[in-house]
Nanobody, 111 residues
Framework: QVQLVESGGGLVQPGGSLRLSCAVSGRIFSINNIYWYRQAPGKQRELVATITGAGSTYYGDSVRGRFTISRDSAKNTVYLQMNSLKPEDTAMYYC?????WGKGTLVTVSS
């Protein structure tokens, strides 16, 4: 059984930082691409960042240069470091591996 559990969301002021975590159970962690998505109210789900099994990373245009995705294979955890946060980054953030999704963690950027 594969489970993904996100954490680390919260309320932060514009310009601030947060680090999201996605703890992954199951054997698929090390060999698969892992994705962070987000979805704001009334908007379509957006791919934010990708990390491949080989460690290559890719970012959406709206977050490139501000967000960093990383993985710790020893802890079966993937992280999303978010810096210089903007109000438009407000959304539920989800991690995804293949057909598996977590329940998400809410990020709110507001003064």
């Amino acid at each position: 059984q594969v489970q993904l559990v996100e954490s680390g969301g919260g309320l932060v002021q514009p310009g601030g930082s947060l680090r999201l975590s996605c703890a992954v159970s199951g054997r698929i962690f090390s060999i698969n691409n892992i994705y962070w998505y987000r979805q704001a109210p009334g908007k379509q789900r957006e791919l934010v960042a990708t990390i491949t099994g080989a460690g290559s990373t890719y970012y959406g245009d709206s977050v490139r240069g501000r967000f960093t995705i990383s993985r710790d294979s020893a802890k079966n955890t993937v992280y999303l470091q978010m810096n210089s946060l903007k109000p438009e980054d407000t959304a539920m953030y989800y991690c995804n591996i293949n057909a598996y999704w977590g329940k998400g963690t809410l990020v709110t950027v507001s003064s």
